[in-house]
């Protein structure tokens, strides 16, 4: 059995006095890719945000790497190698693509910029341009190049394809799946896009109601119509 990379532990966690998590509990091997999925406002987001030390936990552990960092700091969470690609993108709107990029260098080399274009051209094509005048794609693949310039060993995607073009999604998830194919990076993916995930996931949760209601592969998934529909809300999948 591959070791564990990501050990996830009966964590419990919300905001303030709102609890969401309840005793959510799972494994991820080094180099897999965990698709997270679930219908609305049903803590998809909540969980990535409490992996990267974001909410409040009431109980359960994390731990990376064979280190329980549920007692960290975000930052310090994210120099253990947890990179967090928050839904709103969060990029410095009047900042250029460069200097965002910079922010991610931490301690390396500029020349480590380059990898970021080499994974995303668009952004070298638009290096002077502003963070405010990026398109939706431009600014994810911003968020994301800024969060691998770190070089983390677990990436939390949290709906990285909302309100993009689809030709932006497919050119993004190639992105994910090189990723994650060097066996180097872990990614956990939340996405509304059932499908995109499940053709990137070699694993799959769903959350109904801060618990993971089902748990399995995604042919498994596929064989479950019934899962699908009661759990996703959707007729199935093809
Ligand atoms: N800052 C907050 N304070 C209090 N409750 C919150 C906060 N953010 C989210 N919630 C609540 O936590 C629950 C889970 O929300 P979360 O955003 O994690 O769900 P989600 O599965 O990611 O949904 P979506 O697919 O719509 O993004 C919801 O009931 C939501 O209202």
Redesign the pocket.
């Known amino acids: 059995m591959t070791a564990a990379l990501l050990d996830v532990a009966d964590l419990c966690a ?3 006095p ?1 609890r ?1 998590l309840e005793n959510v509990s799972f494994s991820v091997p080094a180099g897999s890719r965990l698709a997270v999925l ?12 409490t992996l990267a030390g974001q ?1 409040r936990r009431y109980g359960g552990a994390i731990t990376l790497g064979g280190t329980e960092i549920s007692h960290l700091e975000s930052s310090s969470r994210a120099r253990s190698g947890l990179g967090y690609v928050p ?1 709103a993108r969060c990029i410095f709107a009047a900042l250029t693509v460069e200097e965002n990029l910079f922010v991610g260098l931490k301690d390396r080399q500029r020349s480590a910029i380059d990898e970021a274009y080499q994974m995303f051209p668009r952004l070298k094509e638009r290096r002077r341009n502003l963070g405010s005048q990026l398109s939706g794609g431009e600014q994810q693949m911003l968020s994301t190049a800024r969060t691998i310039l770190g070089r983390p060993s677990v990436l939390l995607l ?2 990285p394809l909302e309100g993009l073009a689809p030709v932006i999604c497919e050119e993004l998830m190639a992105v994910f799946s090189k990723l994650a194919s060097g066996g180097e990076m872990t990614v956990i993916l ?1 996405e ?1 896009r059932i499908q995109s995930a499940l053709d990137f996931a070699d694993h799959a949760i769903i ?1 109904e109601r ?1 618990r993971i209601a089902w748990s399995g592969t995604p042919a498994e998934l596929a064989g479950q119509p019934e899962v699908v529909e009661r759990l996703l809300g959707v007729g199935g999948l093809h």
């Open positions: 919300g905001y303030g709102t969401v679930g219908r609305n406002g049903m803590g998809k987001t909540t969980l990535l945000a909410t839904q949290d709906e939340v509304q959350l801060g």
